[in-house]
């Protein structure tokens, strides 16, 4: 159950009104398990979302964002542009039930179209609160990194999607010291990862998706990408031999 005081968004609830639920993206597993869970309890600091390529964690994200008033492309709740229209109807289907706190400021980020979410700050001539730089004008990590150190700021909702895609092993541990002192500091963020390193943020919520539709709550050390991760750096030959042996060439014979 969510803490009494809760965060800006306490859970998530489905509304199957008018849905069809054969079809993308109700038939999705992260869907299909928030329809039998019923609600997608989250945390008041920090919700991790982690599972397998195809189980809709992302889909969720992004669905939770245009629920919370984001732009569906990203940025924050003041950004109306629109480039291509690729969101699901999720987000129309989703019911937030929200806590006491409202928050000061907010932020949707998504990897895969944070290059329009900067020409849009370019456009609005917004490079001030971003580090004073174009993120056009930095590599994808520094720009990550200016947008979570001069950007985020505290009372903030934050809703992440793959963030570890631009960012070194030393990106991903600032923005774990970021997240520590934006929550210390009354902030919320729901992230979607494949980052083992990510994950590793103390006391986050881990839910983790399969691709039967089970939603379940895991620590750190059972999160799968953090044991697949453990499990290929203790062996890495072992994975490889399976991964890349093939048919012996000796083995075959001229049959022309």
């Known amino acids: ?11 998530v609830e489905l509304d199957e009104d008018g849905a069809d639920l054969t079809a993308y993206p109700f038939a999705l597993p992260v869907v299909a ?4 869970a019923g609600r997608l309890e989250l945390d008041p600091k920090v919700t991790f979302l982690v599972g397998d390529n195809g189980t809709g964690k992302s889909t969720l994200i992004e669905a939770i964002a245009v ?30 039930v929200r806590g006491l706190r409202k928050p000061r400021t907010g932020f949707f980020l998504r990897a895969e179209s944070f290059y329009n979410v ?13 580090g004073g730089h174009s993120p056009h004008e930095r590599s994808h990590g520094e720009s990550f990194l200016d947008l979570v150190t001069h950007r985020f700021g505290p009372q903030g909702l934050y809703l992440l999607d ?24 009354g902030s919320q963020f729901v992230i979607a990862t494949h980052s083992p390193i990510l994950l590793a943020v103390p006391r986050a919520r881990i839910l983790q998706f399969d691709g039967a ?3 379940t709550p895991v620590g750190f050390d ?12 203790a062996e890495p030959r072992l994975y490889l031999h399976h991964l890349l042996s093939g048919p012996d060439p000796d083995s075959r014979r001229d049959v022309g």
């Open 1 to 11: 159950m969510a803490k009494a005081d809760g965060g800006f968004l306490r859970w």
């Open 33 to 36: 398990g928030l329809r039998k």
């Open 67 to 96: 629920a919370a008033g984001f732009n569906p492309e990203g940025g924050s709740q003041n950004f109306a542009f629109a480039t291509r229209a690729s969101e699901s109807v999720l987000g129309r289907h989703l019911t937030l």
């Open 118 to 130: 900067a020409t849009e700050i370019e456009r609005l001539q917004a490079q001030g609160s971003y």
């Open 162 to 185: 793959e963030p570890e895609a631009a960012l070194s092993v030393y990106g991903c541990l600032a923005v774990i010291a970021r997240i520590q002192e934006l929550t210390a500091q």
């Open 213 to 215: 539709g089970a939603i």
């Open 222 to 233: 059972e999160a799968e990408p953090v044991a697949l991760t453990r499990s290929f750096l």
